[in-house]
């Protein structure tokens, strides 16, 4: 009968196994049967991966803070022109100041990159710059926009202290009389009393030798 002969040789078994242990499932990285070129190889590839991961967060970082200083650049520039023009700056929830992902910065950057495209136009090109022009060349002195005779009356247009209070007031409080301002901002004062209502009046005498009155 074979049932004595299988449990002898399933005693043997057991036995070997209590002495030896069990053969190991699968090997570890550590385990000394794997070639030690592959360990390396391994090591060495989990070391570049780490290092490529570190490059592609500091790039990312740069090119945020990149897009953010261009959006706040372009917002800046904007508000400028729309302060000398006198007209209510573009609202801003400054959104680039949080959190936020690359795709989103970039379209805020060309939003704001128009914006102060258009801004820089309108500025550059007030609704009466003509007319204002030949004020200017009538008016002005010999110092020409930047005119400052002594008799109480500054820049190209020939504006008084109680005129530039009126209507460039912040111009006034930061930069001092009008022969210190660019003759656009100058211009923009003298749009901002025409759209008062007062129109080419307050130069009665060169506003008449150009026609305008």
Request: net charge positive; hydrophobic share 40%; charged share 15%.
């Given at each position: 009968m074979s049932f004595p002969r299988t449990l002898t040789a399933f005693a043997v078994a057991l036995l070997c196994s209590s002495l030896f242990g069990a053969a190991p499932a699968a090997q570890a990285d550590d385990d000394p049967l794997v070639p030690i070129s592959t360990t390396i190889t391994r090591?060495?590839?989990q070391v570049e991966d780490k290092a490529q991961a570190e490059r592609d967060?500091?790039?990312?970082a740069r090119q945020v803070e990149r897009l953010k200083g261009g959006i706040s650049y372009h917002r800046q520039k904007t508000w400028y022109y729309q302060d000398r023009m006198f007209v209510v700056r573009t609202r801003s929830n400054f959104d680039d100041k949080k959190q936020v992902g690359v795709a989103?910065?970039?379209?805020?950057?060309?939003?704001?990159s128009d914006r102060r495209i258009k801004a820089r136009y309108?500025?550059?090109?007030?609704?009466?710059?003509?007319q204002f022009l030949c004020i200017y060349s009538h008016e002005h002195g010999s110092g020409g926009w930047s005119t400052n005779t002594g008799n109480g009356y500054f820049g190209g247009v020939q504006m008084d202290l109680d005129f530039m209070r009126t209507y460039g007031g912040f111009l006034l409080r930061t930069k001092g009389?009008?022969?210190?301002?660019?003759?656009?901002?100058?211009?923009?004062?003298?749009?901002?009393?025409?759209?008062?209502g007062r129109g080419f009046h307050p130069w009665p005498r060169t506003a008449a030798m150009c026609g305008l009155i």
């Open positions: 090591h060495k590839t967060a500091r790039s990312l989103y910065l970039k379209w805020m950057a060309r939003l704001w309108a500025y550059q090109h007030p609704p009466h710059l003509s009389t009008a022969n210190n301002w660019t003759y656009l901002e100058q211009i923009w004062v003298s749009e901002r009393a025409y759209s008062s």
